[in-house]
């Protein structure tokens, strides 16, 4: 039935911007933390998701993620000589989480989880509409 | 008389008992979408369809012509608390997609309400040959 079939590619989309939304805030949560990485401290890198689409058991083409990856900004620099793990010359790098971004990105992901919602209930109204044919 | 009609409503009984388990297993496979080493459970209704319905053709009507259709007669056995059984068609750890076990809920809730309008119908197709 191609209506629920509408209806399965709306969930993985909706689960991909589940977990868009999760990494976005883990983000901003993080954009002021530290990891430890080789033996090295290093500023939070900030992460992005990357989609590809894939076919499910019924052939149908619906949405996924692929990996997750970090961006490739610069990172900050400011000049705190009295910092622990500041650098010779003085300069403390800190991590490339870009706020606006960040906060923008969330916003689209959350619009677009409601448009899956709003499709899922048409659909199920156009369903209970062919019921009512039946009565 | 009274016989064949409850014979009438013997399949949707089945079906209704077998939608409102599948309600049932998606509801719990909801509810254990964090507990650890929890096996999905499913209906699958391809099985039971070929279990319920056995054709019989011995009672197959008597075709003159090529062009006449076939008119099968369903027996439906007596047994269906048989098929009641839940099968696990994933022993992997547990990967239960929250979103996809909604969209199966509300799948099955909507068949659920086709189910109940065609008893009304066939309700209403009886009191049709009652009254004439």
């Known amino acids: 039935m191609s209506l629920?079939?509408?209806?399965?590619?709306?969930?993985?989309?909706?689960?991909v911007e589940e977990k868009k939304i999760e990494i976005h805030t883990n983000n901003i949560a993080n954009s002021e933390s530290i990891e430890y990485k080789n033996g090295k401290f290093n500023p939070y890198t900030?992460?992005?998701?990357?989609?590809?689409?894939?076919?499910?058991?019924n052939g149908i083409e619906t949405t996924r993620i692929k990996e997750i990856v970090d961006t490739k900004d610069p990172y900050k620099k400011i000049y705190n000589p009295n910092h622990p793990l500041s650098?010779?010359?003085?300069?403390?790098?800190?991590?490339?989480?870009?706020?606006?971004?960040?906060t923008i990105n969330y916003l689209n992901a959350s619009k677009r989880y409601q448009a899956n919602l709003e499709i899922i209930q048409t659909m199920k109204y156009m369903i209970l509409k062919t019921i009512a044919m039946c009565k | 008389m009274l016989n064949t009609i409850n014979n009438f409503f013997e399949i949707n009984k089945t079906i209704l008992n077998l939608r409102s388990l599948k309600e049932e297993f998606i509801a719990s496979n909801i509810a254990n979408f964090e507990t650890p080493n929890y096996n999905k459970k499913d209906i699958n209704f391809e099985k039971i369809k070929k279990k319920i319905f056995s054709i019989n053709k011995k009672n197959e009507l008597f075709i003159t012509s090529k062009k006449h259709m076939k008119?099968?007669?369903?027996e439906i056995k007596n047994k269906i608390s048989m098929f009641l059984k839940h099968e696990n068609n994933y022993?992997?750890?547990?990967?239960?997609?929250?979103?996809?076990e909604k969209i199966k809920f509300l799948q099955s809730s909507l068949e659920y309400d086709l189910d109940i309008a065609l008893i009304n119908k066939k309700i209403k197709n009886i009191y049709l040959a009652i009254r004439g």
Not at chain 1, 4 to 15: A, F, H, L, P, Y
Not at chain 1, 46 to 57: C, D, G, P, S
Not at chain 2, 71 to 74: K, L, S
């Open chain 2, 91 to 100: 022993k992997t750890n547990n990967k239960i997609n929250i979103n996809e």
């Open chain 1, 4 to 15: 629920i079939d509408t209806m399965n590619m709306c969930s993985s989309s909706m689960n």
């Open chain 2, 71 to 74: 008119a099968h007669n369903y």
């Open chain 1, 46 to 57: 900030a992460k992005v998701a990357i989609l590809e689409i894939y076919k499910n058991k």
């Open chain 1, 87 to 102: 650098d010779s010359k003085g300069y403390l790098k800190l991590s490339n989480v870009n706020y606006l971004n960040e």
